[in-house]
């Protein structure tokens, strides 16, 4: 279930922070790559919504991120990355 909140912290040069959810409880950690549009960098007090998940320590983190209202996209799988690789070095050849 997709959950709302806030960053509470965020350090934009070492790309991690903390989102404080909007139902209380824990801060929960995000990483900018759990962003599905790097378009825009987080910024202190966005809101952002998200999933969660644990990692192989056990801790709650934020997964699928997006900021505000947008709609988050599912990163693609490596097919979709291989062809979008593709697509760039034909552009840039």
């Given at each position: 279930?997709?959950q709302k909140?806030?960053?509470?912290?965020?350090?934009?040069?070492?790309?991690?922070?903390f989102?404080?959810?909007?139902?209380?409880?824990?801060?929960?950690?995000v990483?900018?790559n759990e962003?599905?549009?790097?378009?825009?960098?987080?910024m202190?007090?966005?809101?952002?919504?998200?999933?969660?998940?644990?990692?192989a320590?056990?801790?709650?983190?934020?997964v699928?991120?997006?900021?505000?209202?947008?709609?988050?996209?599912?990163?693609?799988?490596?097919?979709?990355?291989?062809?979008a690789?593709?697509?760039?070095?034909?552009?840039?050849?």
């Amino acid at each position: 279930m997709r959950q709302k909140g806030k960053l509470a912290r965020w350090d934009d040069d070492k790309g991690f922070g903390f989102i404080e959810p909007n139902n209380g409880g824990n801060r929960v950690f995000v990483h900018i790559n759990e962003f599905a549009n790097r378009t825009q960098r987080p910024m202190l007090n966005d809101f952002v919504t998200y999933e969660t998940a644990k990692d192989a320590q056990g801790r709650v983190n934020a997964v699928d991120a997006a900021l505000g209202n947008a709609k988050s996209y599912r990163r693609r799988g490596p097919k979709g990355q291989a062809s979008a690789i593709l697509f760039s070095l034909l552009f840039l050849g």
